[in-house]
T-cell receptor, first 111, second 114 residues
Framework: GENVEQHPSTLSVQEGDSAVIKCTYSDSASNYFPWYKQELGKRPQLIID?????GEKKDQRIAVTLNKTAKHFSLHITETQPEDSAVYFC??????????FGAGTRLTVKP | SAVISQKPSRDICQRGTSLTIQCQVD?????MFWYRQQPGQSLTLIAT?????????ESGFVIDKFPISRPNLTFSTLTVSNMSPEDSSIYLCSVEESVGGELFFGEGSRLTVL
């Protein structure tokens, strides 16, 4: 089955700096790669996703890149703000609806 | 996007008892899933709740411990049976509105077993 690894487990940045979180996956059949943000005590919510036919996707300060050959994808947050502080999860799934999550990255943005 | 209601939102239970968590969606969905999130951990898939047939369980989870019902396309229940303190966790219901697409999560049910 799919195995998703995520790094780093914790990340601390100064407000205004960029943050990068990286994930690798094992199943070459995976074709959908979402990123979820989970604030303390809240449900996980999708912030951006990418499909395997696309190499990069951007939404304002958030971007995701995908390298299918190397089986890794990354989340980039620019101009970080304190409200970006949360736990971020990457995930990978295929058409069999089998979504697997990474271990999570706790991002802290210091004002 | 789907609106998912879960209850109870939290409960404190005694060892050896069972608790049933309900998940109600505001629209008909084909795929419903149950996840477990232990304190400070990631999301682990327990099972896929299939309408009209038995749930499909992931490795490490069995029907006797986590029986699931899916009577229609908008509702599912997860029971945590014969609970022990190790079952203390957040249990999340999730749905997929389209095949291979975004998962929407309920608010979760925080279970504490004494």
């Amino acid at each position: 089955g799919e195995n998703v690894e995520q790094h780093p487990s914790t990340l601390s940045v100064q407000e205004g700096d960029s943050a990068v979180i990286k994930c690798t996956y094992s199943d070459s059949a995976s074709n959908y790669f979402p990123w979820y943000k989970q604030e303390l005590g809240k449900r996980p919510q999708l912030i951006i996703d990418i499909r395997s036919n696309v190499g990069e996707k951007k939404d304002q300060r958030i971007a995701v890149t995908l390298n299918k050959t190397a089986k890794h994808f990354s989340l980039h947050i620019t101009e970080t703000q304190p409200e970006d502080s949360a736990v971020y999860f990457c995930a990978a799934s295929d058409n069999n609806n089998d979504m697997r999550f990474g271990a999570g990255t706790r991002l802290t943005v210091k004002p | 996007s789907a609106v998912i209601s879960q209850k109870p939102s939290r409960d404190i239970c005694q060892r050896g008892t069972s608790l049933t968590i309900q998940c109600q969606v505001d629209s008909q969905v084909t795929m419903m899933f149950w996840y477990r999130q232990q304190p400070g951990q990631s999301l682990t898939l327990i099972a896929t709740a299939n309408q009209g047939s038995e749930a499909t369980y992931e490795s490490g989870f069995v029907i006797d411990k986590f029986p699931i019902s899916r009577p229609n396309l908008t509702f599912s229940t997860l029971t945590v049976s014969n609970m022990s303190p190790e079952d203390s966790s957040i249990y999340l219901c999730s749905v997929e509105e389209s095949v291979g697409g975004e998962l929407f999560f309920g608010e979760g049910s925080r279970l504490t077993v004494l």
